[in-house]
T-cell receptor
Framework: TQLLEQSPQFLSIQEGENLTVYCNSS?????LQWYRQEPGEGPVLLVT?????EVKKLKRLTFQFGDARKDSSLHITAAQPGDTGLYLC???????????FGRGTSLIVHP | NAGVTQTPKFQVLKTGQSMTLQCAQD?????MYWYRQDPGMGLRLIYY???????DKGEVPNGYNVSRLNKREFSLRLESAAPSQTSVYFC?????????????FGEGSWLTVV
């Protein structure tokens, strides 16, 4: 089983602060995804990264895939209360797409 | 826009009772999945189906059975529910090919076994 370690597990910050969430593994992944989950709902895909060193931006969110494709980070600039949620990373390798999920980072942004 | 639909949304069972969680997707996806989500444990794969007519065990299959009834539907059955199966269950589906690696999740089914 490929393991994905996410850190931190919990994050409570004030509106306007910056934050970074990390997703690390000893395994190499062919692709890595970040999901956001709000209470009472299923996870929703934010981004997929596939190339080592790749950086993708989604408004105030910046996603980076490590050069060795073993780790990834999510950076949020000037966090807003609407960013509150559970952030999950998921990695997959091989032809059959069976992603392994990290345990998630629970983010609370206070107004 | 339905996407992935799960029923029921909430269910309380007594230990030893059986039940089936239903899931249907309207996106013509080949792959379907059942996950459970527990506090601090993330999403763990119970079973998946790469295509109609095939099913395979995931990380935590014990105590569950699945049926891929057709391309649209993938059901999860608990034959004899145990308190350890109290969890939130998510059904998901995925399209074909590498470019279609977006997994779409249902809204979840909250199951409590007492």
């Amino acid at each position: 089983t490929q393991l994905l370690e996410q850190s931190p597990q919990f994050l409570s910050i004030q509106e306007g602060e910056n934050l970074t969430v990390y997703c690390n593994s000893s395994s190499v992944f062919s692709s890595l995804q970040w999901y956001r989950q709000e209470p009472g709902e299923g996870p929703v895909l934010l981004v997929t990264v596939v190339t080592g060193g790749e950086v993708k931006k989604l408004k105030r969110l910046t996603f980076q895939f490590g050069d060795a494709r073993k780790d990834s980070s999510l950076h949020i600039t000037a966090a807003q209360p609407g960013d509150t949620g559970l952030y999950l990373c998921a990695g997959a390798s091989g032809g059959s797409y069976i992603p392994t999920f990290g345990r998630g980072t629970s983010l609370i942004v206070h107004p | 826009n339905a996407g992935v639909t799960q029923t029921p949304k909430f269910q309380v069972l007594k230990t030893g009772q059986s039940m089936t969680l239903q899931c249907a997707q309207d996106m013509n996806h080949n792959s379907m999945y059942w996950y459970r989500q527990d506090p601090g444990m993330g999403l763990r794969l119970i079973y998946y189906s790469a295509s109609e007519g095939t099913t395979d065990k995931g990380e935590v299959p014990n105590g569950y059975n699945v049926s891929r009834l057709n391309k649209r539907e993938f059901s999860l059955r608990l034959e004899s529910a145990a308190p350890s199966q109290t969890s939130v269950y998510f059904c998901a589906s995925k399209g074909q090919g590498f470019s279609g690696n977006t997994i779409y999740f249902g809204e979840g089914s909250w199951l409590t076994v007492v």
